[in-house]
């Protein structure tokens, strides 16, 4: 099985779980070759050049996923819209469209670039999450893992153990992780403690309502 690998701090939980889990060491090198940034792991995946993956909500809707997803419940900081003329941050596909569903107009800035912004010019951007949840009363999904059969059943196992009992993540890694992004300790804490995992009703709720809108802005999903 070729599991792709988003390179974002958002799945360190689920990193450090997956590197445990993975059967052979040709899955983990598998692994660690396919990781790249979402909107690359999306066409990697759709193209069935990886068997699993966590791929951007808005790609998701006719895929067999999991209830693992990326999410927030308001403020998450690594998704933010910046002030001037309206530009699509390339690594993204999700992000992008959910700036359209909030009719915002800016910049769309995702991943570590977002993170630094954030810490660096404090209320000078709009954090996407956040607005959802002021507009929406919900929370926001921005990814989901999923999987082609036959390798389907497995990750919905792997899943199921992962949300049933996340691993903590040790201080020597989150040392490096913080280092390796630029970020301090307490900023990758901070952020780590904005997202969870689990979808439920409520989460399903909200990724409908998502697919509805984009549907009502007529975007179009390559």
Known sequence: ??????????????????????RSSAEKSAWQRHGSVPALINRA???????AAVISSIKSRNCR??????????????VLLLPGGIKK?????????LAQVLDLGGEVLIGDKALHYYHRHPGEATDLAREWKRKERLPFV??????????????????????KNPPKIPIYI????????????????EYLGLIYYKMEWREKRALKRFFRLA???RVVIK
Do not use: W
């Open 1 to 22: 099985m070729i599991f792709g690998k988003i390179e974002y701090l958002n799945l360190l939980p689920f990193h450090i779980f997956l590197k445990r889990r993975l």
């Open 45 to 51: 995946f759709l193209s069935r050049r990886v068997d």
């Open 65 to 78: 996923c999991t209830d693992l997803g990326i999410i927030a419940d308001g403020e998450v900081r690594s």
């Open 89 to 97: 941050d390339e690594a993204s596909d999700t992000s992008n469209i």
């Open 142 to 163: 921005f990814a989901r893992l999923c999987a082609h059969p036959p390798h389907f059943k497995r990750i919905q196992k792997l899943s199921r153990d992962f949300l």
């Open 174 to 189: 989150l040392k490096r992780q913080a280092a390796a992004h630029g970020l301090s300790q307490k900023e990758l804490r």
């Open 215 to 217: 549907a009502a802005h």
